[in-house]
């Protein structure tokens, strides 16, 4: 079990945060606003680390079957000149998909690192984790023989609204979730035209729909007089970038194929409350079609996670 004495201060986590980022991104906001923005994002790292109150309430809601102080987060020694923080994680809160989550590491990791990682990350085998997760700020040719997680792809606001938009497309504020179930089927019908769809991207709940409504950044698309789906984002930071990260980006079927995807960022950064903010989202690192589309429209592939087998 990690002691207090053994952390790091948030502070500490936030500057190591940081210097594993992409360069392009340490122009985008002021330093001490960034490194202030990580700083709150890991206290709750460190709360993970230290309360046994937490842990086992994660271990009541979870029942993956290990006792409370198996949930804690580890602050470990990974080779001489590195540390991570580890925890355990279960993708979608299912208990039958565990794995080691690393959040933070005192220095960007190396293929080097990687046998080092995954042996510290025997110290949550009570869970039986199947593979480790890492953030890389390298692009996704340095790792071609792991299997991506989810990129992150941003921007300055101000650097993307000036891309041409075709003529017919559209964008205006979403009033309510009326139009739901018919985002509902043209996800369904994505995901019957490309089965591998429903592992890349998901639509997101009707409740974090409205939340969307309610803080005025949802759009609905409209392309040639018809309703052609979602275009929204919701402001908080990403990477200790202040951001509006996007929610939703959705093309119904019938204006799919014809080149709109990267057109949609660019509508969407007009509408947005604050040209200083950062437009970012994730998109799963084998959704082609998506990491094209945020790509042509000015948005930068400023990183993401991978996965590493643990056997």
Not at 63 to 71: F, I, L, R, S, V
Not at 86 to 101: A, C, E, N, Q, Y
Not at 285 to 293: F, Q
Request: glycine share 6%.
């Amino acid at each position: 079990m990690t002691t207090p004495n053994d952390l790091p201060s948030a502070a500490d986590l936030a500057a190591f945060t940081l210097e594993a980022q992409h360069p392009a991104t340490h122009d985008w906001l002021d330093r001490a606003v960034r490194l202030q923005n990580l700083t709150g994002e890991h206290e709750f790292d460190l709360q993970l680390a230290t309360d046994l109150d937490l842990a086992a309430q994660r271990a009541e809601f979870l029942n993956a079957g290990p006792d409370a102080p198996a949930y804690l987060n580890r602050w470990a020694p990974v080779t001489s000149d590195l540390h991570a923080m580890l925890s355990i994680r279960f993708k979608g809160l299912d208990v039958t998909k565990p794995f080691v989550d690393v959040s933070v590491t005192s220095r960007p990791v190396t293929r080097a690192d990687l046998p080092a990682l995954a042996e510290a990350a025997r110290a949550y085998a009570d869970f039986q984790p199947p593979r480790l997760r890492f953030w890389s700020a390298a692009p996704m040719t340095d790792w071609p023989d792991l299997d991506p997680d989810r990129r992150v792809l941003a921007a300055p606001v101000v650097d993307l609204s000036s891309h041409p938009v075709p003529d017919g497309l559209s964008l205006t504020p979403t009033s309510n979730t009326t139009r739901y179930a018919d985002a509902q089927v043209a996800y369904a019908e994505v995901d019957a035209a490309h089965p591998h769809h429903t592992n890349e991207a998901r639509l997101l709940s009707s409740d974090d729909l409205q939340e969307c409504i309610d803080a005025g950044t949802m759009f609905d698309v409209h392309w040639r007089g018809e309703w052609a789906g979602y275009a929204g984002t919701l402001a908080y930071p990403q990477l200790g970038l202040d951001a509006q990260v996007v929610q939703e980006l959705l093309l119904t079927p019938h204006a799919r194929g014809q080149g709109l995807g990267a057109a949609l960022s660019t509508l969407l950064t007009r509408h947005l409350p604050d040209a200083g903010q950062v437009l970012s989202g994730t998109i799963h690192g084998r959704n082609r079609g998506a990491l094209g589309a945020a790509t042509r429209a000015g948005r930068h592939d400023v990183g993401g996670w991978w996965w590493v087998p643990l056997t």
